[in-house]
């Protein structure tokens, strides 16, 4: 069972936003940086957010990160059919001494 | 160019070992905490293990400690993981995954990943 809790899925038309939840405690998501990950089917994972709200170089502006207590968001405008893909928050667990993942979210766009 | 390349998957009987192996290009691996992350089919990501950059310190999940064992050797700038005592829900795809930034604490992120391999145990 993962410490990090995700919707299991969200949608939205080309063009608008959607904005991905990822809940956790005071153990991890409280006190540690927050992640996200894009894995489009069938590809390893790759960075979109790192540091809370840091974009690596290559990622567009559409891609967003936040976070307020144990619970972070990531955002995605300007939404793309190429944007379909699972997605994961992650950050370390002080607690279980452990790189934790949330439960991944499918993006789907209508 | 920053490269990951794993190897070593296959299929193996319940109660048997496997190695993995990853082999980095483009940085120097000793400089970077290094991760093995699977995923089981159809499912979400799950950390395994980490070795820290120089101290080699090493930090496992709890559903693979005291089997799995993760190194590196600097010589072949190659990253490892022994895996015994396999299980059937051992059974995923295995990335190797640096942390982006050089000398760093754990709380840092997975910036490069290799293609991943594939580990089944099944009789």
């Known amino acids: 069972q993962s410490v990090l809790t995700q919707p299991p899925s969200v949608s939205a038309a080309p063009g608008q936003k959607v904005t991905i939840s990822c809940s956790g405690s005071?153990?991890?998501?409280?006190?540690?940086?927050v992640s996200w990950y894009q894995q489009l089917p069938g590809t390893a994972p790759k960075l979109l957010i790192y540091d809370n709200n840091k974009r690596p170089s290559g990622i567009p502006d559409r891609f967003s990160g936040s976070k307020s207590g144990t619970s972070a968001t990531l955002g995605i405008t300007g939404l793309q059919t190429g944007d379909e893909a699972d997605y994961y928050c992650?950050?370390?667990?002080?607690?279980?001494?452990?790189?934790?993942f949330g439960t991944g979210t499918k993006v789907t766009v209508l | 160019e920053v490269q990951l390349v794993e190897s070593g998957g296959a299929v193996v009987q319940p109660g048997g070992s496997l190695r993995l192996s990853c082999a980095a290009s483009g940085f120097t691996l000793d400089d970077y905490n290094m991760h093995w992350v699977r995923q089981a089919p159809g499912k979400g990501l799950e950390w395994v293990s980490v070795i820290n950059w120089g101290s080699g310190t090493t930090y496992y999940a709890d559903s693979v400690k005291g089997r799995f064992t993760i190194s590196r050797d600097n010589s072949k700038n190659s990253l490892y993981v022994q895996m015994n005592s396999l299980r059937t829900d051992d059974t995923a795809v295995y990335y190797c995954?640096?942390?982006?930034?050089?000398?760093?604490?754990?709380?840092?992120?997975?910036?490069?990943w290799g293609q991943g391999t594939m580990v089944t145990v099944s009789s």
């Open positions: 992650g950050t370390w667990d002080s607690s279980l001494s452990a790189r934790v």
């Open positions: 005071t153990s991890n998501i409280g006190n540690n940086y």
């Open positions: 995954a640096k942390d982006k930034h050089s000398t760093s604490s754990l709380l840092d992120a997975f910036d490069i």
